[in-house]
């Protein structure tokens, strides 16, 4: 398939989605920053949402006049073993840490803030990895910014209070969502994440495209899909799906789809597709897809194939599945939990469910009412469009920069 797409949008490109005024603004905003240098750090180019998120905001930046760049820190396997594992046991995972890994962890920092240029006003330092360079701030009149994309509010407490030691160094702190954050004393900052509808995973597909990736995967065309696609992890409970849709199965013909990967860094998920297959190998109209990684133009096409997209999450971060199917126009049916609650306005931007029975519920209700599914739809894309597309991201971000120099004051454009 081809895959090729304007792999980098300018700003212009998003007129026709968030309109002009939306973009004067931003530029309105970059001119305040004029002369301001700002320095993103992170600790990989390619791979995961924080190197996506970049590879998109610095240029839009520099788009917009602002001197801004991206830098990462080197570190090798033993160092990044041991960031993995902070990353982990911020998650609240228990993990068995050696004191000589927190002195390797702070001498790779060192040695970093000493390679790295550092000359900038705002530094942008992105999750825990480069948390430490904050060690070389100087009495320059620097802002120091750490940007948390992941969940904290549940960690194991050693581990956070040597990250918090640093994080508390900083003039702020920025997190993605009410229930990802940790009280600090220093300023603090709530923006939420967001999806690019320029990216292969969001962008428009035509017909033919759609058909291709249900051909690929043998799905029929003319029967309701019910989808889900998530990772193969008991959070996302795969199997209470399956049984909220042999409950739907039962009064109307339609056929459910899981999509997703198995991560290599998560062992457990072999064991959830196993048990997934074991569940739903019987029913012919129950479809597991195992994608691999840089699946977008299948996901995207799956999502708009699908009648009804489902996200039965026990427990969730954002959500970013339910902002891609809202964004797509879909009906969705999700559970009312973590950042979904953000996102689904019972009712208005789709339904909530909070069981088995209320999903196969809510499923019904939507299969078998076109037009108020079609609404729910419709609502939900205008909702993502108003706050969860990397324009408002940018936007923040900006806001953020300016708030750095007005503090408490209110900044007139
Ligand atoms: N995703 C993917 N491949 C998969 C499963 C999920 O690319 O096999 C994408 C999905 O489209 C979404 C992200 O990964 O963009 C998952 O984000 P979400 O916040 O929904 O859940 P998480 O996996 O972070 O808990």
Redesign the pocket.
Known sequence: MNKSFILKPKLKDYEPIIGRSALEELKALADKLSGKRILNINSTYIGG?VAEILARMVPFMNELGIDARWSVIKGDNEFFNITKKFHNALHGKKEEFKDNEFEYFLEVNRRNSQELDLLSDIIFIHDPQPVALIQKRGHTGQKWLWRCHIDISNPDEKIWNFIKNYVEKYDAAVFSAPNFAKMLNIRMFLIY?S?DPLSN?NRELSREQINAVLDKYGIDKKKPIILQ???F?Y??DPVGVIKAFEMVRKNMPCQLIL???TATDDPESDKVLAEVKEVAWKNPDIHILL?P?D??IE?NALQRAATVII?K?LK???????T?ALWKGKPVVASAVG?ILLQIKHKITGLLCHSVEGAAYAIKTLLTNPEYAKRLGENGHAHVRQNFLITRHLKDYLLLFLCQYYKEELIYL
Do not use: N
């Open positions: 949402g994440p999806i995973k696609v998530s990772r992890d959070l996302k999509a997703g990967g994608l990684p699946s977008d996901i996200q999450s969730e971060g954002f959500g970013l599945t339910v891609e950042g």
